[in-house]
């Protein structure tokens, strides 16, 4: 509930007005959605650079089309990766054939032991790059095709990235050249949607406001779980485009939405909410340090 100082500050300052970047950033980034998005594909983005990127699954279409020659070859090592599959080690195997009085080595994996050093293996390679090769029936990588469904995660966290740009946009569209109105509730009903705050787990609820501009009635409409600051008042704050009264939002709902100074101007975001653009910039940066060692 906002104390009766806070619920006399009103916005007066006039459009359009002065939304630092840090400010826009917070607004754009910082909706559980967003948040939600960005956590998602920055841990998607890690299992897949370590994991995906090492599986078989990149070397799946060259596998098909080739038209593989095999030879008896001999193992050089046998190690334990200390990775499992199936309750089972996955073995680490250095081999060498010889072709045309050329040496080629290798590397291949299996799931459990299979080979000692020493021992001979038949292996497969390409008749045209002979160095590309592997012992006949297993892998040439860590990780089997199968890895290759950790990529759902980070595409899961796109699209929730994605999901609330449009709104994000409004929102800081609207605080710039909104113009500020009073709207009356009109509305409340309970949607099938509900976030976790704390150890509560609290309904989203949808509201809908009338507010009337040059003799014409209009509705701006929100989804909050936040109803103490959309219902603590008589009229709530409203901003909307006096060219499209219909392009409008409920001041208090936006997510993050900058403070009402004394003066009736908006307040830059606290330097309290930086930690909104923490998975963000983890995220990009996972993604930008792989691709430039890669």
Known sequence: MNSPEQKERILRELPPRHLSWYTRAVLFFGDQVSQTGWLLFAAGSLFFWNTSTHSEARLWFHHQTLDWSSIAGVILSEDSTGKWED?????????YFALDGVRYT???YSIGKKFDAGQIAYIQYDPEDPGYNCIIGMRQNLYPVRANWLLLLPLLGLLFI???VSQ???FIRLLKIGDFTRGKMV???????TVKTGGSVRPVMRYLFAFEYEGTIYHAH????????VEDEETESILFDRYNPAFNLVYDAVPNVPATGTNGKMMPAPAGKAWVLFLPA???AVN???????
């Open 168 to 170: 994000n946009l409004r």
């Open 162 to 164: 994605f999901y609330p």
């Open 222 to 229: 929100c989804h909050t779980h936040r109803t103490n600051l």
């Open 288 to 294: 930008l340090v792989y691709l430039l060692l890669s």
């Open 282 to 284: 983890f995220g990009i």
């Open 187 to 193: 509305g409340k009903t309970a949607t099938n949607q």
């Open 87 to 95: 309750k089972k080690q996955i073995w680490q195997y250095g081999h």
């Open 106 to 108: 290798g590397k291949s």
